[in-house]
C-alpha cells in the first residue's frame, strides 16, 4: 500500500508535538544543557558556578535549566529543537494550505498563493527565534561566568531559514505571476 505525503506530515507533526510534551514533562533536574563556550582571556581553569558546571574549558552545561531554556536550548552539532517546531509548524501549513492540491490540474491559486506566503513568513519568524535565541543564551553565558567565557555563536547565514525564505520568497513572485496569467487567460476567454 502506498502511503501519501499527508501520511508522512501526521508523522512529523506526531513528533513534534511528543517532542514538546517530552520537553515539558522532564523534571529540570533530569536535563541539561551543553553549550559552546569559548575563553575570553589565554588561562583556562575548570569552575563549578552556581547553576552551571564548566565541563571542560569548551562546553558550559547549566544544570537545572527553566522550562524556557528547555524548550529552545540550543542541541548538539545534529540537532536543534528549533528545527523541530519549525518542520511542525512548515508541516501545518503544508496541510492547511496544500491539501489535495496538484499544481498541474489545480494550477495557480490564490488559497496557494497565501501558503507560499505563510511558509515565508515562518521561515523567517524561526530564523528570528534563532537569532533572538543565540543572544540570550549569550547574555547567560556572560552573567554566569561573569563575563570569563562567552558563547561560540555561529552567523545567520548558517541558519536553514534563511535560505529557505529566500527560496519560497522567490517562488511566491512566481506564483504571483502565474495567478495573475491564469486570471489574464480566464477573462479573455
Do not use: C
Not at 156 to 177: D, H, P, Q, T, W
Request: charged content about 15%; overall charge positive.
Amino acid at each position: 500500500m502506498k502511503k501519501t505525503v499527508k501520511y508522512y506530515l501526521y508523522v512529523l507533526i506526531g513528533f513534534g508535538l511528543v517532542y514538546i510534551t517530552m520537553l515539558i514533562l522532564i523534571p529540570s533536574s533530569d536535563y541539561w544543557i551543553d553549550l559552546p563556550v569559548s575563553k575570553i582571556n589565554s588561562m583556562e581553569t575548570l569552575v563549578k558556578y552556581n547553576d552551571a558546571t564548566l565541563m571542560n574549558s569548551k562546553v558550559l552545561s547549566i544544570d537545572k535549566p527553566n522550562l524556557l531554556q528547555r524548550l529552545i536550548g540550543p542541541g548538539d552539532f545534529w540537532y536543534d529543537p528549533i528545527y523541530v517546531y519549525y518542520t511542525t509548524a512548515l508541516s501545518l501549513i503544508l496541510l492547511v494550505f496544500f491539501k489535495n492540491y496538484n499544481l498541474i490540474t489545480d494550477g495557480f491559486t490564490p488559497k496557494s498563493l497565501k501558503g507560499i506566503k505563510a511558509l515565508m513568513f515562518t521561515s523567517f519568524i524561526f530564523l528570528a527565534l534563532h537569532l533572538i535565541r543565540d543572544y540570550y543564551f549569550f547574555q547567560l553565558v556572560k552573567e554566569i561566568t561573569s563575563g570569563e567565557y562567552h558563547l561560540k555563536g555561529r552567523s545567520f547565514l548558517y541558519n536553514a531559514e534563511f535560505y529557505i525564505a529566500i527560496i519560497l520568497g522567490n517562488l511566491m513572485v512566481i506564483y504571483k505571476r502565474g495567478l495573475q496569467i491564469d486570471q489574464e487567460q480566464k477573462l479573455t476567454i
